[in-house]
């Protein structure tokens, strides 16, 4: 289900340059096409978590990702920016059910040791849909287009919500059972709200590192003569080193602590933003490798961090709640950037975006006394 949700979620971002020409778009309007589409899908993210608890998981998981292929074959279908626009906005809706659940799911399934891994494992499966998307949309743009590309996006979508429908059982300690066993006093089930709000503060300027990474490195890759192939290749290696930033991030804050792998990856981050956008063309994929393994990979050390501070009761609520915030920084913050870009130039854009990565270090040093209260507490 991650592989399948991330490449719906993923095909958008190699045909930007191609939506931008055939519709004459800014890069503004580019930036509200993928807020829209990535807004949405943090809209509800808290009634999605409730709602597992009363209807079941796997049931919400379907029809998440059913609903966003049918959004994405919208897109394809919408003549103008406005509808576009609607169509991206109505189908990302669909997408605030796949990572509160799934994630809630795994958080309670490895409760003790290990639990960072397992969730880096379930992220990473996320990222070879990410790996897939590229090489299926673009492959397909260049000889169909980008609406092409978004119809065959979005059957694949709603084929396999049916298939997953059909074939998979709810999980063991599902949430509705959880909730029927034991439903009083514990509210949003919040442990630390001081370490929870850190956290978020910081997966906020994360998310929105990530997010306007992926929506102007496309321009960035434009600009040094990359065609619409070169691209999908480009992004096929990005999204590559994400997947194993993802595999590899978890067991390394397992190993070694949470807080170094956040100020590593974040620093490695920056870096990686300055070097795709100087490098000389012919070394433009190299520099988006560390880009791409440090840029994803420190999601799954965050994502297992907001489990420490939230009863196991309500972790899809308090995964909603965590996401909430990060998707919308990830939506909103290309529309920011994509407007700094509109006055004062790409280059001035990705740069501002590197500093503002850069905080998220400081603030990762300070989340080490709530986690070390948390871990008291458990």
């Not at 807020?35 to 209807?55: K, L, N, T, Y």
């Not at 949309?137 to 260049?142: D, H, N, Q």
């Not at 590559?240 to 620093?267: H, N, Q």
């Not at 501070?309 to 913050?333: E, H, I, K, N």
Request: charged letters at 10%.
């Amino acid at each position: 289900m991650h592989v399948v949700n991330d490449l719906l979620f993923v095909a958008f971002t190699p045909l930007l340059p191609l939506m931008a020409a055939d519709l004459s778009l800014s890069y503004a309007q580019v930036g509200a096409i993928k807020a829209a589409f990535s807004g949405a899908s943090s809209a509800f993210q808290v009634p999605a978590g409730i709602a597992a608890e009363r209807f079941g998981e796997q049931v919400l998981l379907a029809l998440g990702t059913g609903w966003v292929g049918l959004g994405i074959l919208a897109v394809a279908a919408a003549p103008a920016f406005w509808l576009l626009l609607v169509a991206a906005a109505i189908g990302g809706l669909g997408g605030n059910f796949q990572h509160p659940i799934a994630t809630a799911i795994i958080s309670r399934l490895y409760e003790g040791r290990g639990r960072t891994t397992a969730i880096g494992t379930l992220n990473f499966t996320g990222d070879l849909g990410k790996v897939l998307a590229p090489l299926i949309a673009g492959g397909i743009a260049v000889v169909y287009g980008w609406r092409g590309a978004l119809v065959v996006v979005g059957a694949i979508g709603v084929a396999y919500a049916l298939l997953h429908l059909v074939a998979v059982p709810e999980p063991p300690g599902a949430a509705r059972a959880i909730r029927t066993a034991d439903d009083g006093g514990i509210g949003w089930g919040i442990t630390h709200r001081g370490g929870f709000m850190l956290l978020v503060t910081i997966g906020v300027l994360d998310s929105a590192a990530r997010g306007t990474s992926l929506t102007l490195i496309p321009f960035v890759l434009t600009a040094k003569d990359f065609t619409t192939a070169d691209i999908a290749a480009a992004f096929t290696a990005l999204f590559a080193a994400g997947a194993a930033g993802k595999f590899l991030c978890g067991p390394i804050a397992d190993r070694f602590g949470s807080v170094g792998a956040i100020v590593v990856t974040e620093v490695l981050t920056a870096a990686g933003i300055v070097a795709t956008l100087f490098a000389p063309p012919d070394l433009a994929i190299v520099a988006l490798l560390p880009l791409g393994f440090a840029l994803n990979g420190t999601s799954s050390v965050l994502y297992a961090s907001v489990s420490r501070f939230v009863d196991v009761r309500r972790r899809a609520r308090g995964y909603g709640l965590y996401f909430t915030c990060t998707l919308l920084a990830s939506a909103l913050a290309p529309i920011a950037y994509g407007v700094v870009a509109d006055l004062g130039g790409l280059s001035l854009a990705m740069m501002v975006l590197a500093a503002a990565t850069l905080l998220i270090a400081p603030l990762a040093v300070s989340l080490r006394g709530p986690l070390a209260i948390a871990a008291r507490a458990n």
